[in-house]
């Protein structure tokens, strides 16, 4: 129950502060819930506004019961069975939300814009990113940024230059 109060709080701190010009009425809202809260743990959500003023909610589902997750899953998580990135939509600023198909194989994710794509960049023990360029509904097969050494990392800012 913390950590899905934890989530929502974080998600409904990063809506508030984003919105300055005041078309948004905050109110906590559950996005992602664990399916087994003793074992299936919720890590690093992450948040962008896509296009179109839609939300898109990353969270990395890990713990030692992720194989509850399904696959795919990460080589490498915080246990044996692996991490599981899902993706949660919003079109009417944080009213209501939606979980995508989405099922990305890494863990500790930032999601960021840059041109006309959503990118979200992530590891498994390797450094890796994924590409949407529907507006978070599907991502790419994510693709090998840095191999070795073995990678590690967190949440993290992602620095635009020149709009790229």
């Given at each position: 129950m913390k950590?899905?109060?934890?989530?929502?709080?974080?998600?409904?701190?990063?809506?508030?502060?984003?919105?300055?010009?005041?078309?948004?009425?905050?109110?906590?809202?559950?996005?992602?819930e664990s399916p087994d809260a003793a074992s299936v743990y919720?890590?690093?959500?992450?948040i962008v506004e896509g296009f179109d003023g839609r939300f898109v909610v990353a969270v990395d589902y890990g713990g030692p019961g992720s194989a509850l997750m399904g696959e795919p899953r990460s080589d490498f998580g915080d246990y044996k069975s692996g991490n599981q990135i899902r993706v949660y939509l919003s079109d009417d600023r944080g009213g209501t939300w939606r979980e995508t198909e989405a099922r990305i194989p890494m863990m500790h994710e930032i999601l960021f814009r840059a041109g006309k794509s959503l990118y979200m960049i992530g590891h498994s023990g390797r450094l890796l990113i994924t590409r949407?360029?529907?507006?978070?509904?599907?991502?790419?097969t994510p693709a090998v940024l840095c191999a070795n050494p073995r990678w590690h990392q967190s949440c993290c800012s992602v620095d635009i230059h020149n709009g790229m």
């Open positions: 950590i899905k109060r934890l989530f929502s709080l974080f998600v409904l701190c990063l809506i508030c502060s984003d919105m300055a010009w005041g078309q948004f009425v905050a109110s906590e809202k559950v996005i992602a919720l890590y690093t959500p992450a949407s360029d529907d507006n978070g509904e599907t991502w790419s």
